[in-house]
């Protein structure tokens, strides 16, 4: 099983940027794909974006493409979500888990929620406009 804290959420002004960072401890992380994830208040939990075991691959739903940035670092055991030119709508509990499944690579279909487990806790972005 591992462990993962998320951490850099914050408040911030539109057009702003943070850096949010998932720390894992336990089984080997570099074995496993990362992803992130948001809830916003009333909405269902939806995929914002996820790196593949080796950083080889990333995947980014289109409301992010071009603003969020997933990277990791594996001798660190650390991933790492750039969010930058935040708009208000991005305002939510972003998430990281992993994947369930060892050295998985998404081919035909985007990464989805049920593909992940190993939950953190979570780390509240606001923006404000």
């Known amino acids: 099983q591992v462990q993962l804290v998320e951490s850099g959420g914050g408040l911030v002004q539109a057009g702003g940027s943070l850096r949010l960072s998932c720390a894992a401890s336990?089984?080997?992380?570099?074995?496993?794909?990362i992803g992130w994830f948001r809830q916003a208040p009333r909405k269902e939990r939806e995929f914002v974006a996820a790196?593949?075991?080796?950083?080889?691959?990333?995947y980014y739903a289109d409301s992010v493409k071009g603003r969020f940035t997933i990277s990791r670092d594996n001798p660190k055991n650390t991933v790492y979500l750039h969010v930058n030119s935040l708009k208000p709508e991005d305002t939510a509990d972003y998430y990281c888990?992993?994947?369930?499944?060892?050295?998985?690579?998404?081919?035909?279909?985007?990464?989805?929620?049920?593909?992940?487990?190993?939950w953190g806790q979570g780390t509240q972005v606001t923006v404000s406009s």
């Open positions: 888990a992993a994947d369930t499944i060892q050295y998985r690579l998404w081919v035909s279909r985007a990464p989805g929620l049920e593909d992940f487990g190993s």
């Open positions: 336990g089984r080997t992380f570099s074995n496993y794909a």
């Open positions: 790196i593949t075991w080796d950083g080889g691959k990333t």
